[in-house]
C-alpha cells in the first residue's frame, strides 16, 4: 500500500525552527517528485516546497524563501522539511505529497502534521 | 503568486450537476495544461480528482469532468450526491516553476 506518513509537529515559540518528516512506503520514492502543502486553520491550501526525485532540484514558495530548506533521503525514503524563522502565520497543517511527474500533480497525501507557532 | 480564483461556494440538488471555476492567468493555468482537481472533506487530506485538465486517476467516478478554456478551468460534477459535499480546490503549474492553489469551493449537496 503506497503510504506517506508526516512527523515532526508540534509547538513551537515565534522566532524557532522545527523538523518535519515524511516517510514513504509502497513505491519506489527516488522516482518522484515530492512536496509539502500547508494548510492554515480555516484557511484553502498552500504550496510551501518542492524537491525532484534526485534531491538535486528544490522549489519554494516565496513565503517561505529563505527559511525553509526541503531534502530527502533517498537511501531511507524520507523527506524532511526544515523550517526556521518561524511566524505566526506559517501555523498549519503540514502535509506531505507525491507528484505524479515533476510538481504539478498529487496522487498521494498523507494524513498531515500540525505546526503552531505560537509564544 | 497570486491563488487562483475560485467562487466560495455552490450547491446544487442530488442528480443535478455543477461547475466549479477556476481563473488563472497567462502564466498558469492560460498557458499549461497542468491543472489539477482536489476533494477535500473535513478534516481529511485532499484527494486528487482530476489532473492535467481533464483526466480521472483511477477509481474516480466517471460524474466528475474537467475543461479549460483560455485562463479559466473548470470542473464539473454530474448526478449530484450527498457524499460530493466536501471542499474543491484547483492547482496550476506555474511558470516561475511554483504551484498555485485556488482559495477553494465549499460544495454544498442540498
Known amino acids: 500500500e503506497v503510504q506517506l506518513l508526516e512527523s515532526g509537529g508540534g509547538l513551537v515559540q515565534p522566532g524557532g525552527s522545527l523538523r518535519l518528516s515524511c516517510a514513504a512506503s509502497?513505491?519506489?520514492?527516488?522516482?518522484?517528485?515530492m512536496s509539502w502543502v500547508r494548510q492554515a486553520p480555516g484557511k484553502g491550501l498552500e504550496w510551501v516546497s518542492g524537491i525532484s526525485g534526485s534531491g538535486y532540484t528544490t522549489y519554494y514558495a516565496d513565503s517561505v524563501k529563505g527559511r525553509f530548506t526541503i531534502s530527502r533521503d533517498n537511501s531511507k525514503n524520507t523527506l524532511h522539511l526544515q523550517m526556521s524563522s518561524l511566524r505566526a502565520d506559517d501555523t498549519a497543517v503540514y502535509y506531505c505529497?507525491?507528484?505524479?511527474?515533476?510538481?504539478?500533480?498529487?496522487?498521494?497525501w498523507g494524513q498531515g502534521t500540525l505546526v503552531t507557532v505560537s509564544s | 503568486q497570486s491563488a487562483l480564483t475560485q467562487p466560495a461556494s455552490v450547491s446544487g440538488s442530488p442528480g443535478q450537476s455543477i461547475t466549479i471555476s477556476c481563473t488563472g492567468t497567462s502564466n498558469d493555468v492560460g498557458d499549461y495544461n497542468y491543472v489539477s482537481w482536489y476533494q477535500q472533506h473535513p478534516g481529511k487530506a485532499p484527494k486528487l480528482m482530476i489532473y492535467d485538465v481533464s483526466d480521472r486517476p483511477s477509481g474516480v467516478s466517471n460524474r466528475f469532468s474537467g475543461s479549460k478554456s483560455g485562463n479559466t478551468a473548470s470542473l464539473t460534477i454530474s448526478g449530484l450526491q450527498s457524499e460530493d459535499e466536501a471542499d474543491y480546490y484547483c492547482?496550476?503549474?506555474?511558470?516561475?516553476?511554483?504551484?498555485?492553489f485556488g482559495g477553494g469551493t465549499k460544495l454544498t449537496v442540498l
Open positions: 505529497a507525491k507528484d505524479i511527474r515533476n510538481l504539478d500533480t498529487f496522487d498521494i
Open positions: 509502497g513505491f519506489t520514492f527516488s522516482n518522484y517528485a
Open positions: 492547482s496550476s503549474y506555474t511558470s516561475s516553476d511554483t504551484l498555485v
